[in-house]
Each structure stands twice: as C-alpha cells, then as structure tokens.
C-alpha cells in the first residue's frame, strides 16, 4: 500500500510527531509532498526517508514542509494534482477547514484520502481539539508570566497580541489561565475607552493592566499610539506573541494527542473506508466519513 502525506496552509507543533509514527508504520510505503498542495500539484513528492523524520519526532515546525496554496482551487490546478493522487492508495491532508474542504472535492474526483486537524488556531468544524493549540496556548501564557512582572515593576500596561486569524480560541483559552485585566478575543469586544479607563485605574494605585489581543482586529502599534495620547504619563506597550506559537517545542499533552491522532490514522488507512476525517468529540478521537 501506497501511501501519500502533505501538509497544508502552514505548520503546527506536533505535526512532526505525527508524522514520524506514519514514517515508523508505513516505511518505504509512506511518501510526502513538499509545501502542501503546491507540491502535489507539481508532483515534488519523496520517500518519506529524505525527510529524516525521527529526527524532528519531538520538535516545533513540519518536515516535510507546507505551503498556502489557494491556485488549488484552479479547475486545471486541481485537475493535475488529482492525478498525481491517483498514484497512491491514500492520501494524508493535514491542515485546517480548508484543507477538509480540499479532501472532500478530492474524493469526488476519486482519491481516497484522510483529514487530519492540524491548526493553532483549533478552529476545525465539529472537532474538539486540532494538533498545534495547546502548545500555542502554553506559548502566550510563557510570554504573559515572563514580561509582565517587568511591566508591573514600571507600572506599565502591555497588550499581548496572539494568533487566530478569525478565531479567538487561542485568546480566550490563555485568558482564561493567566486572567489579564482585558480579553479582547472578538472585534465586538473592542473598547478603547474601556481600556483607557481600566489604564488609568490600575496606574493611579501604582498597577500595571494586562490585555490579550486576538490578531486581525486592529493594528495593536496604532491602537497602542492612540490610547498613549490619553493615559500620560502612564505607559502602554505592544508584544506580538507571532511565530512563538508555532515554534514553540510542543508539550507533552500535544505530543501525546499528536501519536493518538497517527494510530487513529493507521487504522483509517487500513480499514479502506475513505475519505475520513480524525477528529476529537468529548475527549476521544474518532473517525467520521466526509
């Protein structure tokens, strides 16, 4: 059995471990496309052995490489990517919602493949947990407890800014551990004269104020700009958690989840009954036709 993996729209810490359980089950079965759907598509696909997989088994990133590739969409892009497919058994998609749309129009076009969750920012339909968050998580609160006891000792407020994109899973799950003053996870929740006033509170009693930020909802150094013209002499910065998230070593709990969602993969495979998602209800992972 043939079988093919690539990995989708970006990295996601333990992505790497899953991965090297497939390249442990599958051995010289087991293929990869470098940078995703760019790579199916231009039939850039290796053994699984040029990627040295064990190697990277506990670390941040993905090996094997991923990519944006939104020409996917493209009816001749696409077209060829499929046929590429056809060469093997079972394709494996990592990635996010749009990647599960991606392997549900693949199977109409007849190649049997398997979805896999893997996304910081945890915001897969009907799925409980995606490969990547709780490390993301863990990253903001590191960032939260090492720079805020300096910006208390000044008095200073600082906003921390995570990632999402367009969800606020990420700011939410690290408020909801380190409880900063201000949790502005949604555009809704956006109220620079509620952040003024909190500001000049907590300075008037010599405190800092902590506010996490969920990216994409307004540029955090205009946002800092403005509110610092009307809170002197207090003092407000920015810190952009970023690509922290993603590189971050992942955590124990994430690479556990990571080796349950391979073995659930395996068993996918072997049972033949494509296409499948593996996704997580209530705790445990299962796997559901799409």
């Known amino acids: 059995m043939k079988v ?3 990995a989708s729209g970006g990295d996601a810490p333990g992505m790497n471990k899953f991965i090297s359980k497939l390249a442990q089950h599958f051995g010289k079965d ?17 053994p699984i052995k040029y990627f040295d997989t064990l190697k990277h088994a506990n670390s941040a990133g993905c090996c094997i490489t991923s990519a944006r590739f939104p020409e ?20 494996v998609v990592l990635g996010g919602n749009g990647s599960q749309k991606a392997v549900v129009e ?17 915001d897969v339909e009907e799925n409980d947990y995606s490969i ?31 990632m999402g994109r367009h969800s606020g899973n990420i700011a939410k799950t690290a408020a909801r551990l380190v409880k900063p003053d201000i949790v502005i996870a949604e555009e809704s929740q956006l109220d620079e004269e509620k952040i003024i006033e909190a500001i000049k509170k907590n300075y008037s009693k010599e405190k800092s104020t902590s506010i996490i930020l ?25 810190f952009v958690v970023g690509y922290l998230q993603r590189g971050s070593k992942p955590t124990s709990r994430e690479l556990r989840i990571a080796y349950q969602f391979a073995l659930a993969t395996i068993k996918a495979i072997r049972i033949k009954k494509l296409p499948i998602a593996v996704l997580m209800e209530g705790g445990k992972i299962i796997l559901k036709r799409i």
Request: hydrophobic content about 40%.
């Open 72 to 91: 996917f969409k493209e009816k001749d892009v696409f077209k060829k990517a499929v046929e590429n497919a056809k060469a093997y058994d079972a394709v």
């Open 30 to 46: 087991l293929y990869a496309c470098k940078r995703g759907f760019r790579g199916l598509y231009e039939n850039e696909i290796y």
């Open 214 to 238: 969920r990216e994409n909802i307004v540029d955090v150094n205009k946002l800092c700009k403005t509110i610092s013209e009307k809170i002197k002499p207090a003092e407000i910065r920015a």
């Open 106 to 122: 693949m199977e109409k076009a007849g190649v049997k493949a398997v979805f896999v969750p893997c996304t910081i920012d945890n």
């Open 132 to 162: 990547g968050f709780d490390t993301a998580v863990e990253s903001v609160c590191y960032v939260y407890n090492n720079v805020m006891p300096s910006m208390e000792a000044f008095s200073r407020s600082c906003v921390f800014v995570t």
């Open 4 to 6: 093919l993996i690539l």
